[in-house]
């Protein structure tokens, strides 16, 4: 299984603790309103502001959290202004770790990651050390019992899907990223339930782990998914099933 199809999982099994609920929704806001500044207020002209919306949503976020999010990004209700910064590092066992973050400031933020990756046993590298090692893909894990194989190849790859993957518990479906709303439409519209629905860095190759150094990593990008500026997180580590079930459980 893929180091992004890992930590994705990982992700959904443990689900949203509800004492870190605000802070996602604190996250997801800041994209929404960085998508409305960048490309208006309306979802059905700016892919982007949709894809954050259809996040929000997937994770019950309010929908006048979500509308209060669009007007500050249209200047309507006032706000900060975030920027976009891509991290990139690497963990214990030479794994690389790619980190995307909206901040309103920088300083603050580098500071920030920087001592998380050296408290997890990473080190914060340039810009560009790890990136060449990951394509961007519209990603999506369906359960193994909810859909028919066949049936999910068939409307996926003729939504513009370009591989689909039987990884043991989960389907997973990949696309180009201009694909990534039509695939989601097509699931939707076909009452298929997706557990992880988004537009990732999936990696090209990946590195095997032991139980040891799997749970360093794992620690490594909680520690990171939990800094407040941080939208995505992943990682091109590899690890056997008995290691992860060992490693998670």
């Known amino acids: 299984m893929a180091g992004h199809s890992h930590w994705a999982g ?28 960048q490309g208006g207020g309306d979802p059905d002209m700016n892919l982007t502001l949709r894809y954050a919306i259809d996040r929000a949503r997937k994770a019950s976020m309010p929908k006048d ?6 007007q500050k990004g249209c200047g309507e209700a006032g706000g900060v202004e975030f920027t976009e910064i891509l991290y990139e590092g690497y963990g214990v066992g030479g794994v690389a770790v790619m980190c995307e973050a909206l901040t309103d400031n920088r300083n603050r933020t580098a500071g920030e990651v920087r001592k998380i ?7 914060l590298g340039s810009s560009g050390c790890v990136a060449w090692l990951f394509q961007r893909k519209g990603l999506f894990t369906v359960a ?31 696309s180009p990223p201009e694909a990534f709303q039509s695939v989601a439409e097509v699931l939707r ?14 990696p090209m190759s990946t590195v ?3 139980a040891s150094n799997g749970r360093r990593v794992l620690n490594l990008l909680e520690a990171l998914e939990d800094q407040d500026d941080m939208q995505s997180v992943t990682a091109n580590f590899n690890v056997p099933d008995e290691i992860l079930a060992e490693v998670t459980g």
């Open 10 to 37: 990982i992700k959904h099994k443990k689900g949203v603790a509800d004492k870190k609920r605000g802070k996602l929704f604190g996250k997801l806001s800041r994209a929404i309103i960085v998508a409305a500044q």
């Open 65 to 70: 959290n979500i509308d209060r999010a669009v």
């Open 117 to 123: 990756f050296e408290v997890g046993g990473g080190n």
């Open 144 to 174: 193994r019992d909810a859909v028919d194989e066949d049936a999910l190849m068939e409307l996926a790859l003729e939504a513009g899907a370009d591989d689909i993957e039987d990884q043991g518990e989960v389907f997973q479906v990949t």
């Open 189 to 202: 519209e076909a009452n298929v339930e997706t557990q992880v629905s988004e537009i990732a860095r999936v």
């Open 208 to 210: 095997d782990l032991d």
